[in-house]
């Protein structure tokens, strides 16, 4: 992006809406049949991009163009996805000219979270269906605005939270909802791994064929660091949102989907919110809590969400990773692999495994049949929503009490000003 296409960022980006408003493909999405293919393009190729474009290949889609500002991913995830579709896949590291490809029907966004939404709102606007990655957005906010777009440019928006397409998850949801596990008075969602150090190299100049500014877009200006690069950018609050919204936000889309079952998506948010932890296994240069507990109170239950970064065990539910249900008559626990219920007494009374389920060929059928997703963008939003939350209270050092009906902190200005954020300009957030 050169310094005049940053100086028309905001200008393109903001009246997309508007100059697309002629072209009738916005409002006339292609009719598909079952066996048309699906033309897709890639922004962001790294680790999860990759592995889900690969996935949509293999489901029947096209990934016509790869976007990354990575030279060296565009050579080796383009081939890789050449070799896999027999097909030559073109190259861009301008998202624009992603957008403005009237062939391509879909777009998958697989870069930093900090970029989601300013490549999500234009790419609505652009009449593209979108496969975006968790989490949805860096803000509440964010999160509303690429909602409102998706509904008001009909666009079917899937978030990367796969769980939602697993038949084994459905089916434990479904016995949630049952009322079989009596009155629920706990939900938990956990993540125990064990985080390496990433120590604290200097800073340094950009790896060559890489456009820094562009990947900074509206984080801070700061200078090169590897540490704030390559998969380790999740650490850092310009580029990410922690471990709770890099893995935990998994595990809470689970104990949102149950919460949801009973109470309705429109009443599936907490009124008040407790984060405490901190940086207490490795001193190195990372800015995020690697152990945490937050409390989200419903007033008649409570979700818990536990970080543990520094070990992999976990003897109570017998699960690095998961969420469960506790009630007063049974309690059901999700892992990465199947779902057990045990009784009152602690008994395991029985196990369903995994079925299977691809949440690359929901979003594909959904972009042909014009259906909501499984893990449709207002779900999405509202699991990260509970990530956002964890957050605020932990940057806050206290409770935050939350209106639901709202989605705002009441007269707490201090919570409130984390529903936004600043954008470097000329990268600000588009207009919906």
């Known amino acids: 992006m050169d310094t005049e ?7 393109k980006a903001g009246v997309a809406s508007a100059v697309a408003a002629g072209s009738s493909f916005l409002w006339n999405p292609r009719a598909k049949g079952a066996n048309d293919r699906v033309v897709l393009a890639l922004i962001g190729g790294r680790n999860q991009g990759r592995g889900v474009a690969t996935r949509m290949i293999q489901q029947g889609a096209e990934i016509k163009t790869l976007c990354d500002l990575d030279d060296a991913i565009i050579r080796k995830v383009g081939a890789e996805l050449e ?13 624009r000219r992603v957008l403005d490809d009237k062939d391509i029907d879909g777009v998958i966004i697989a870069t930093p979270d900090h970029w989601h939404a300013l490549i999500a709102l234009p790419g609505c606007q652009a009449g593209k269906d979108l496969y975006l990655e968790k989490p949805v957005s860096q803000t509440i906010h964010e999160g509303h605005l690429i909602r409102d777009a998706a509904r008001k440019y009909n666009r079917i928006v899937q978030v990367g939270t796969q769980r939602r397409s697993d038949e084994y998850c459905k089916s434990a949801i479904e016995y949630v909802a049952s009322g079989k ?13 064990v985080r390496e150090t990433i120590g604290r190299p200097p800073d340094a100049d950009p790896p060559a ?6 990947w900074l877009g509206p984080a801070p200006k700061r ?3 590897p540490n704030r690069f390559h998969y380790n950018w999740r650490f850092f609050w310009d580029y990410g949102n922690s471990e709770i919204g890099n893995q935990g936000v998994h595990v809470l889309d689970l104990a949102m989907w149950g919460i949801q079952s009973i109470r309705g998506v429109a009443n599936c948010l907490p009124k008040r919110v407790s984060s405490n932890g901190g940086i207490y296994w490795l001193d190195d240069a990372k800015e995020v809590p690697d152990t945490q507990v937050v409390a989200y109170d419903y007033k008649d239950f409570m979700l818990v969400w536990e970080l543990r970064s520094f070990t992999k065990s976990r003897p109570i539910e017998n699960a690095e990773f998961g969420a469960a249900f506790y009630g007063a008559e049974r309690s059901l626990v999700i892992d990465p692999s199947s779902w057990t219920v045990y009784s009152k007494d602690g008994v395991a009374e029985h196990t369903v495994k995994d079925s299977g389920g691809s949440h690359e060929k929901s979003f594909l059928n959904c972009v042909k049949s014009r259906q909501k997703p499984n893990a449709d963008i207002e779900l999405g939003r509202l699991s990260t929503t509970l990530c956002h939350l964890g957050n605020i209270s932990h940057h806050l050092g206290r409770d935050v009490v939350f209106d639901p009906s709202t989605e705002t902190f009441g007269d ?10 600043q954008y470097r300009s000329p990268y600000e957030l588009p207009s919906v």
């Open 412 to 421: 707490d200005s201090a919570a409130n000003a984390y529903l936004t954020k």
């Open 181 to 193: 596990l009596g009155k629920i008075c706990l939900v938990k969602a956990w993540h125990s791994q």
């Open 209 to 214: 064929g890489i456009d820094y500014d562009v």
């Open 223 to 225: 200078p090169f660091n």
């Open 83 to 95: 070799k896999a579709q027999h097909k030559s896949v073109s190259s861009t590291k301008d998202f």
């Open 5 to 11: 296409n940053r100086r028309s960022f905001v200008r």
